[in-house]
């Protein structure tokens, strides 16, 4: 795993802030974050995850968490996943969560938004066949829409669910909430998701670190 042990001057540090998009002083800070919660160890386990207070009000907390240990987010084609991770895994998982910055190209946000977008799906896509089921992609949308601001919970479950059914009748002609549907692709994802901005919802927040905010 990503072991790490050098300092902010290294030429690690600089690789890793290449590789993340993240200044050096806050990889200087998720590295002390790291530390924190692995104990000063050089690992972390899922365990290290589950005790963290900000995580355990999060609605998809479990998906969370193992999108942490999931070698699809930090290994090229990557299957499976692992039973901890270091530093650099920490910190490239982080960086998904990260706001796009203000000085990207159209064609570098819309990469970004591509990436962030195969980050969600394969939280939901826990068995890696390629297709999330609509329950699933109905509870992004509302988690989405939610975390705006703009929409109570309930407002943003009618929307999610209204989404819900209307993916079903376009793919599968009308359908009922409980009736059976294969799942939807990536690309399916992608088309879906077009009208949502998605690149600065998608941030979380544990241990006084807000990837909105980090290090301000």
């Known amino acids: 795993m990503g072991g790490f042990h050098s300092v902010p001057e290294d030429q690690r540090y600089r690789e890793l802030a290449d590789k993340t998009g993240f200044s050096l002083e806050q990889i200087g800070c998720l590295h002390n974050r790291f530390k924190q919660l692995s104990h000063n160890e050089d690992t972390l386990r899922r365990d290290d ?35 901890e991770i270091g530093f650099e895994e920490f910190l490239t998982i982080m960086a998904y969560f990260r706001p796009p910055s203000l000085n990207m190209s159209e064609e570098q946000r819309e ?3 591509r990436i962030k977008l195969r980050f969600l799906f394969n939280m939901h896509d826990t ?26 919970r309930e407002t943003a479950k009618g929307i999610a669910d209204a989404a819900m059914l209307e993916v079903a009748s376009i793919s599968m002609g009308h359908m009922e909430p409980d009736e059976f549907y294969e799942g939807i692709t990536f690309e399916q994802f992608l088309k879906i998701l077009k009208g949502i901005e998605i690149e600065s919802r998608m941030h979380i927040r544990f241990l006084n670190v807000d990837t909105t905010v980090l290090c301000k």
């Not at 900000?54 to 998906?63: K, Y």
């Not at 089921?133 to 988690?143: D, G, I, K, S």
């Open 49 to 83: 995850f589950s005790k963290i207070p900000d995580l355990a009000c999060n609605p998809i907390q479990a998906e969370i968490i193992e999108a942490f240990f999931d070698k699809r987010n930090f290994q090229s084609h990557g299957v499976g996943t692992v039973e």
């Open 111 to 113: 990469e970004l938004r």
């Open 127 to 152: 068995d890696n066949d390629g297709t999330i089921t609509l329950e699933e992609y109905r509870h992004v949308v509302e988690e989405l829409l939610s975390r705006s601001g703009a929409l109570g």
